[in-house]
């Protein structure tokens, strides 16, 4: 399915297939839809869902009448990472979102900062009174 959403296309096609959920029951119940999961090329995320007559994916196709129906939704990536969490195994949501590390663990980087940019960092984190590893975190 291709749609253009707020100028944007999204195009089950072209973009990655992350996961998929379903729930209970099968196409001949009126309640029964399935979501998939996929990124664009370009790092944004959406749903493309489709359901029977009494989902959310349901069409209107008379008075009082509905019918199956299908729509791609836009994600953010904090509305992605929840649904994954919600209705995907945690190896696929790990694999998708990077593994989660509760440990808590600090590492020593080396990295190469213009000195200029090392200097106001400096400065901001002052400012903040905190020190600059926990200022440069909290930019990440």
Known sequence: ???????????????????????????NDFNHYEETLFQKRTGEFFLFGKGNANTKYAEVIGQNCWSGGRKILPMS????????????????YESIFGVIDESGAKMTVTLSIDSGKWESAKREAAKKGIGISEYIESLL
Request: glycine share 10%.
């Open 1 to 27: 399915m291709k749609k253009i959403i707020n100028g944007k296309v999204y195009d089950t096609d072209k973009a990655k297939e992350l996961g998929t959920y379903s729930n209970a029951g099968g196409w």
């Open 77 to 92: 990536y904090e509305d992605a990472r929840t649904w994954a969490e919600e209705h995907l195994d945690a190896d696929e």
